[in-house]
Nanobody
Framework: QVDLVESGGGLVQPGGSLRLSCVGS????????MSWYRHRPGKERELVAL????????SYADSVKGRFTISRDNAKNTMVLQMNNLQPADTTVYYC????????????WGQGIQVNVSA
């Protein structure tokens, strides 16, 4: 059974930091690209950050560049999103995703974790 479990969300003041973690199980974690998505009200679902299976390649949405850092530890089946200088516009639910596109498309999603940035 595939499972992606997010943790680390919560309430933080503007300018503060949070560290989101995503732990995967039930699949070959090190063979999958990992990413974080968010879906803010009134906006399209947004790819926030992505990291390749080996961790050598990362990509970020313009809205978070310079503030968020994605990393992974394949030995621990864990991906982390370090979020600094959080702003109210970052408030929403964040989703962890694992993806691999070979002969078939494989995508797994976490259940999401709430991030609230408010004074």
């Amino acid at each position: 059974q595939v499972d992606l479990v997010e943790s680390g969300g919560g309430l933080v003041q503007p300018g503060g930091s949070l560290r989101l973690s995503c732990v995967g199980s039930g699949f070959s974690f090190s063979e999958f690209a990992m990413s974080w998505y968010r879906h803010r009200p009134g906006k399209e679902r947004e790819l926030v950050a992505l990291i390749s299976s080996g961790g050598l390649y990362t990509s970020y949405a313009d809205s978070v560049k310079g503030r968020f850092t994605i990393s992974r530890d394949n030995a621990k089946n864990t991906m982390v999103l370090q979020m600094n200088n959080l702003q109210p516009a970052d408030t929403t639910v964040y989703y962890c995703k694992a993806s691999r596109y070979l002969q078939s498309d494989e995508e797994y999603w976490g259940q999401g974790i709430q991030v609230n940035v408010s004074a």
